[in-house]
């Protein structure tokens, strides 16, 4: 451990970037990450056995997935990289860690949060059934597994990762039935001014899109998924849709994807007893930054998607800008330069990215809010939106976490991370209020289960 | 417009009191500062449970095991009340011999408790971990959802015309001399002839607004839940000395206790504390191995007000006419939060109850009181 | 044979692992996690605790917790983010 107990949580591209500008300062830190390699989930490394070269793992972020992982692998003997290892909680001072099944407490004065985004997800029926996957979940399991989630596959939901994976999956052979975008068309053309301003990014999604036409896959916008309805062996067997016009279609397939966009993991930052603001563009609460990645918490920096959703390429530059706040706060002045040109970048991708979010790809509100009664939404503890409308109509709940107290909405092993999007949804429009208004789910230790055979052996303890 | 009664703090006791004294016909208003059981009343334990208690505590908490059977009809609600028993266990001759007296001590005061012996306990339960001397069983003791139980009474107070102000909290009151005057922090005065404090680890900062400093400390439980596992523990389980407390319920998750988190009066935060959790998790294996391989989903606490004597403060006012106490439950309130409701509508509206309240003195530290100390007896 | 729910694509050879599922015996390949093992044989990992349907996880990111099963010794392992062993016994019976 360093002089300044300077802890990472996260190696996705936010974390390594953050590290590598430390190790560039002469200052070691401590890389904590579930995963076995780095990369996070964009740049992730498939077990060795399973090697590919970098251009078919990555595609076109080829060249920066290998010089960020060669950059980190640099950096090898100037960074404590804990692998496979989970923080299940933070306290002042001290994380309490579980590193291969054994729990530890790693000590911290300089703590940059790097914990990432998954997927946010809309319940439809069916969407609880064996076949049924995140977008985010079906890029890994080709990525980090060479499998395809199914030999006959459906897209559905909306935003850049639908695209991408449809392109991903078609260029590996998939066979995709349809990719289906809950975005209305239009939104594209009038987000177009602010897209222009993207760039790069901008021409590849315009490369998948014309490539992913030219191999004669199905594609339709402004849709409603209906439900996923289950074959004889209680897996998905097809899946309901409806076009624009209103009219329902049935697509045979053993495999759906689904994502709208994605939502910051924030469960950490909420343990550090950092101050959250609504952020109305990502519909979520997130933890307060000062603009250069400083949280409402002394040493507690935030970086990566995990801050907010901004994409793998604004990671790196707020992970390395994270790096430069606590350099400068520690009087290494040098790096303020570094840090107004880190700004400057992000100002200009900020247009793309607003863009993206809120014209082009929007979260489809409605279809979180027409949630049927007898739909679970928690599918953890098998929840339903029947429940939740009953907790606020006949029990008085009028905020989150009394949901969750009346209903066990979020209770489950996921601790609301998949849910929390619609029920809040739900719960705002049967109030009748904002979703700002009701406030966000609090995170409670552990961040993810753990066994108590494996918190029981705590020679760490103290 | 002047109310009978008005009650400070939207925990169980102070629900509870508001629904009896609405059934009485008098008017109440009730002010709760966040929403009503989100401290202790909605963040302990579960267990509801007369075994165990100080003598000076049954009689109270037998009135109150009558109203947890009538739930249903009061709030509307069971409030996932299941009577699965208490099973207090004895690890040694030495805890047997001292759960037999308490056994004797408890029939004498109405409170049947069985002992049982090792062997049928490891008949019944035969996943325990240790050498197990034996019990002590209250049959009639049981468990229930903390998260419920409070807000179903605010809402059966409603119904009966109680006024419950949620988000509204009083800095100040004083009493007129022919009544109470209570300042919020909107700015509003609220009056009322009779005010009760249920202000929980809040009541000492109330009492001394009326001249009765008690030496009140907060304290936090470490609570646990694991993940759901296939129902397995059909009692709510103790330990003799209560180090460590454990139920299940039939959903699978597995809910215990032990030790302490830390809470901050000022800020009426708490948390739990990894250290203790820790803790918990190798009491928890020691007493049933088979929970190593359970996953711990969530932990929690909530700030709770604690006695020198882990009795709580309960009864009429010593200089104030038409205020009383019910305050520092010390961690284990839950079962008597019905009954003590009863009883402080019938000491606002009567000046008397007929249950004993021998030991609960607001005055019984005088003003010179030695400093709170705390202990892991949180169980409800 | 049945057809599992995933489907291998990248064919690069790789050393068969042996492994069992529910007491039958199982062949993986180096590099697969518990979750692909099983799924590449069949369409799910576990049965739901408070309802009749199955789960075979969702995520893959060791974020939704849905693909918890169990080895014969007890231990709990996230199917998605745990790498096969030779002489793994996996269980998806939840235990009696």
């Not at chain 2, 009485?24 to 059981?37: D, F, K, M, P, Q």
Request: a positive charge; hydrophobic letters at 45%.
């Amino acid at each position: 451990m360093s002089e300044h107990d300077i802890v990472i949580v996260g190696a996705g591209p936010a974390g390594m970037h953050a590290a590598m500008t430390l190790a560039d300062a002469g200052l070691r830190s401590c890389v904590i990450d579930e995963a076995p390699r780095s990369g996070g989930q964009i740049y992730r490394r498939p077990p060795p056995p399973l090697g590919r070269e970098p251009k078919r793992l990555y595609g076109f972020e080829a060249h920066r997935a290998v010089s960020l992982h060669a950059g980190f692998d640099a950096i090898n003997d100037r960074v404590d990289h804990c692998a496979e290892t989970l923080v299940w909680t933070i306290e002042p001072g001290r994380l309490g860690v579980v590193r291969r099944g054994r729990p530890m407490s790693i000590p911290w004065r300089c703590l940059i949060l790097c914990p990432g985004a998954m997927d946010r997800v809309i319940p439809f029926p069916g969407w609880t059934l064996p076949g049924v996957y995140t977008l985010g979940g079906a890029q890994i399991a080709l990525k980090y597994q060479g499998c395809f989630i199914g030999r006959r596959i459906v897209l559905v939901g909306t935003g850049p990762l639908l695209y991408l994976l449809a392109w991903q999956y078609a260029k590996a052979g998939a066979s995709i039935a349809a990719i289906l975008d809950t975005a209305p068309s239009g939104g594209r053309v009038k987000a177009l001014p602010g897209l222009l301003r993207g760039g790069r990014t901008l021409l590849k999604g315009i490369y998948y899109v014309g490539a992913l036409r030219a191999r004669g896959i199905a594609m339709a916008s402004g849709v409603r998924p209906v439900a996923a309805i289950a074959g004889d062996d209680g897996a998905v067997a097809a899946l309901l849709w409806c076009d624009r016009l209103g009219r329902e279609h049935r697509l045979e397939c053993d495999a759906v994807a689904l994502g709208f966009g994605l939502r910051s993991e924030t469960q950490l930052a909420d343990l550090c007893g950092a101050a959250f603001a609504f952020d109305t563009p990502q519909r979520q609460w997130l933890p307060v930054e000062d603009g250069e990645g400083r949280s409402s918490v002394a040493g507690v920096y935030l970086a990566g998607d995990g801050a907010r959703v901004r994409g793998a390429d604004d990671a790196e530059i707020t992970g390395e800008r994270a790096a430069c706040a606590f350099l400068v706060d520690i009087g290494r002045s040098e790096y303020a330069t570094r840090l107004r040109a880190l700004n400057r970048i992000l100002d200009r991708s900020q247009t793309f990215r607003r863009a993206l979010d809120d014209t082009a790809f929007p979260f489809p509100v409605d279809l979180a809010r027409r949630a049927a009664d007898d739909l679970m939404v928690c599918r953890c503890e098998g929840i339903t939106a029947g429940a939740l409308r009953k907790s606020v109509r006949d029990e008085g709940a009028r905020e989150l976490n009394r949901v969750k107290a009346f209903t066990r909405l979020g209770m489950g092993r996921c601790q609301g991370r998949v849910c929390a999007a619609a029920a809040a949804e739900i719960v705002a429009d049967t109030l009748g209020v904002s979703i700002e208004a009701i406030g966000r789910l609090r995170g409670q230790p552990p961040v993810k289960p753990v066994a108590l055979g494996v918190l029981a052996r705590s020679d760490a303890a103290e | 417009m002047i109310f009978d009664v008005a009650i400070i703090g939207g925990g169980l006791a102070g629900c509870s009191a508001a629904l009896h004294v609405c059934v009485r016909g008098a008017s109440v208003v009730l002010l709760e500062r966040r929403t009503c059981g989100s401290q202790a009343s909605g963040v302990n334990y579960g267990g509801v449970r007369q075994q165990g208690r100080h003598p000076a505590e049954l009689p109270l908490a037998r009135r109150s095991r009558d109203l947890w059977a009538r739930l249903p009809a009061l709030v509307g609600s069971d409030c996932e009340f299941m009577v699965t028993g208490h099973l207090k266990l004895a690890r040694s001759e030495a805890e047997m011999a001292g759960l037999e007296a308490a056994s004797r001590l408890a029939g004498d005061m109405g409170l049947a408790l069985e002992l049982v012996p090792a062997a049928h306990i490891r008949r019944q339960f035969p996943w325990l971990g240790r050498e197990i001397a034996g019990g002590s069983l209250c049959a009639e003791d049981g468990q229930a959802n903390p998260r419920l139980v409070a807000p179903a009474f605010a809402r059966a107070a409603r119904a009966a015309g109680a006024d419950v102000r949620e988000e509204t909290k009083v800095t100040s009151a004083i009493f007129t001399g022919t009544r109470f005057e209570l300042g919020l922090a909107s700015g509003e005065t609220v009056r009322a002839n009779r005010l009760i404090n249920t202000a929980g680890a809040w009541g000492a900062v109330v009492s001394a607004w009326f001249g009765e400093p008690v030496p009140e400390d907060v304290m936090a439980p470490n609570m646990c839940v694991t993940e759901p596992a296939p129902y397995f523990l059909t009692a709510n389980l103790g330990v003799s000395g209560g180090s460590i407390y454990v139920r299940q319920i039939p959903r699978g998750n597995v809910i215990f206790g032990a030790g302490l988190g830390t809470a901050d009066r000022t800020l009426g935060r708490a948390r739990p504390l990894p250290a203790t959790t820790h803790e918990a998790a190798k009491l928890a294996i020691d007493l049933i191995p088979r929970l190593a391989t359970v996953s711990l989903i969530r932990t929690w606490s909530g700030v709770e007000g604690c006695m020198p004597d882990s009795l709580p403060v309960l009864g009429i006012s010593r200089t104030t006419p038409g205020l009383v106490h019910a305050f520092g439950f010390s961690g284990h309130g839950f079962q008597l939060g019905p009954a003590v409701g009863a009883v402080l509508s019938e000491l606002a509206l009567d000046q008397k109850t007929p249950t004993p309240l021998a030991g609960f003195e607001v005055d019984r530290f005088g003003t010179t009181a030695p400093a709170c100390v705390q202990t892991s007896a949180t169980s409800g | 044979m049945s057809l599992g729910q995933f489907h291998r694509v990248v064919t690069a050879r790789r050393r068969a692992v042996a492994l069992s599922l529910d007491g039958e015996p199982l062949t993986a390949l180096e590099g697969d996690t518990v979750m692909t093992a099983i799924l590449t044989h069949r369409r799910s990992l576990r049965s739901f605790e408070f309802g009749a349907e199955l789960r075979a996880g969702f995520c893959l990111m060791g974020a939704c917790q849905d693909c918890w099963v169990r080895t014969s010794d007890g231990q709990e392992v996230r199917a998605c983010s745990t790498l096969v062993e030779s002489g793994m016994h996996i269980r998806t019976k939840s235990d009696g």
